[in-house]
């Protein structure tokens, strides 16, 4: 079992900052796909950027390439998410997951094993 907690969640202008944490516990060793979803009021959940813990692939939404960078602490047990020049459609609660193994090319929520409760980021225009 692998237990996750997101943070830095909170409400910034658009064109800010802002860094999202989520710490991992349990059974963390061996490979992991680890990543970060977002769901939007009456939207789907979407991935957002994965990053393969074993060989160190990225992925990231077209929606979010070249604005937010994925991270890892391994001492830490750490993922990151900086969220940069943030627009108003940003706005969604981010989830942190986690799931054994390599991370597939697209990364959907059934894929994912584990799960955080989540952290509301709000963007106001």
């Known amino acids: 079992q692998v237990q996750l907690m997101e943070s830095g969640g909170g409400p910034v202008q658009a064109g800010g900052s802002l860094r999202l944490s989520c710490a991992a516990s349990?059974?963390?060793?061996?490979?992991?796909?680890m990543g970060w979803f977002r769901q939007a009021p009456g939207k789907e959940r979407e991935g957002v950027a994965t990053?393969?813990?074993?060989?160190?692939?990225?992925y990231y939404a077209d929606s979010v390439e070249g604005r937010f960078t994925i991270s890892q602490d391994n001492a830490k047990n750490t993922l990151y998410l900086q969220m940069n020049s943030l627009k108003s459609e940003d706005t969604a609660v981010y989830y942190c997951?986690?799931?054994?193994?390599?991370?597939?090319?697209?990364?959907?929520?059934?894929?994912?094993?584990?799960w955080g409760r989540g952290t509301q980021v709000t963007v106001s225009s």
């Open positions: 997951a986690a799931r054994g193994g390599y991370c597939y090319a697209v990364p959907y929520q059934a894929d994912f094993r584990y």
């Open positions: 349990g059974n963390t060793y061996g490979r992991y796909c």
């Open positions: 990053i393969d813990i074993g060989d160190g692939r990225i």
